[in-house]
């Protein structure tokens, strides 16, 4: 089993940025694509970004593009999200997962493990 432990939330100003952390235990995650989603209140929780497993491919939604960077450290067995130009819209708890058997990017059920998520505030 592997858990994962989301950390870096807040509340912040437009135009701020924050960075997340997805903290795994359980086993290394160092085999598996990682990603991040984001449900606002009242939305469905949609794709934000994925990296694959060595680090070498990413993908993120278009809106988030250019703002948003994903990496990750497989020796600290934790994946990041670094925001920037944040926006109201980005307002949602974020997650993080796992994906040990491949799939499509961006569908949650191609992931087989979840964070409890942290809340990102943008205010205007």
């Known amino acids: 089993q592997v858990q994962l432990v989301e950390s870096g939330g807040g509340l912040v100003q437009a135009g701020g940025s924050l960075r997340l952390s997805c903290a795994a235990s359980?086993?290394?995650?160092?085999?598996?694509?990682m990603g991040w989603f984001r449900q606002a209140p009242g939305k469905e929780r949609e794709f934000v970004t994925a990296?694959?497993?060595?680090?070498?491919?990413?993908y993120y939604a278009a809106s988030v593009k250019d703002r948003l960077t994903i990496s990750r450290d497989n020796a600290k067995n934790t994946v990041y999200l670094q925001m920037h130009s944040l926006k109201p819209e980005d307002t949602a708890v974020y997650y993080c997962?796992?994906?040990?058997?491949?799939?499509?990017?961006?569908?949650?059920?191609?992931?087989?493990?979840w964070g409890q998520g942290t809340q990102v505030t943008v205010s205007s």
């Open positions: 990296i694959s497993s060595n680090a070498i491919s990413t």
């Open positions: 359980g086993r290394t995650v160092s085999s598996y694509r």
């Open positions: 997962a796992a994906s040990a058997r491949g799939g499509l990017w961006t569908l949650s059920t191609a992931y087989d493990y």
